[in-house]
């Protein structure tokens, strides 16, 4: 299973600011997901990232809000930008491995 | 609409009580199923799956699950809780076929509260 590794683990930003969130996986994959975790809420699917072409957003998500980059397959960034309150929340990475996914520990963030 | 349901919010067991989270999902075909535990200010960790083959599959801490094709419901079992069990379970699916790239439906997840 590949190990995932997210940074920052977490921050605390001022609202209108962005904040670049960093998923490194130990292995080269081809698929990786980006979710947000809402207090107490279940997780959202924000998007997908597939190397070499633009990442697919899930409904309610725009790429103005939240670009993300694949540059290789093994790496990928979720921006969270303009922020606002209602974006803190946990932000957590995993890529499709055969069967299960693997996470990483997520990001939390907290806009002030 | 894809949709896992998990209908308790909150399931309370005593220690060394058998225990059951419940799982229920909508979605096409023949989707692969898994648990997740996330333990507070933890990611999540992968608890077990059912990819095909035998209906009850078992995971990591002594923690299995029963697939049930006719009812689509994958319910979460221990036979004996611990109270280092109590955190909060997930279900997921992953729709499979052409077309799916692999993303997880999620239910709104379940805290197990092991009392002593």
């Known amino acids: 299973s590949a190990v995932i590794s997210q940074k920052p683990s977490r921050d605390i930003c001022q609202r209108g600011t962005s904040l670049t969130i960093q998923c490194q996986v130990d292995?080269?994959?081809?698929?990786m997901f980006w979710y947000r975790q809402q207090p107490g809420q279940s997780l959202t699917l924000i998007a997908t990232a597939n190397q070499g072409s633009e990442a697919t957003y899930e409904s309610g998500f725009v790429i103005d809000k939240f670009p993300i980059s694949r540059p290789n397959l093994t790496f990928s960034t979720l921006t969270v930008s303009n922020l606002s309150p209602e974006d803190s929340s946990i932000y957590l990475c995993?890529?499709?491995?055969?069967?299960?996914?693997?996470f990483g520990q997520g990001t939390r963030l907290t806009v002030v | 609409a894809q949709s896992v349901a998990q209908p308790e919010d909150q399931v309370n067991v005593a220690e060394g009580n058998p225990l059951t989270v419940k799982c229920t999902y909508s979605?096409?075909?023949?989707?692969?199923l898994f648990w997740y535990v996330q333990y507070p200010n933890r990611g999540l960790q992968f608890l077990l799956k059912y990819i095909t083959g035998d209906n009850l599959v078992k995971g990591s801490y002594g923690f299995e699950a029963e697939f049930n094709k006719s009812q689509t419901s994958f319910h979460l079992k221990k036979p004996s809780a611990l109270v280092s069990d109590s955190a909060l379970y997930f279900c997921a699916v992953r729709p499979h076929g052409s077309g799916n790239t692999g993303k997880l439906i999620f239910g709104q997840g379940t805290t197990l509260q092991v009392k002593p």
């Open positions: 292995s080269q994959v081809t698929m």
């Open positions: 995993t890529h499709s491995g055969n069967t299960e996914a693997f």
């Open positions: 979605v096409s075909g023949n989707p692969y």
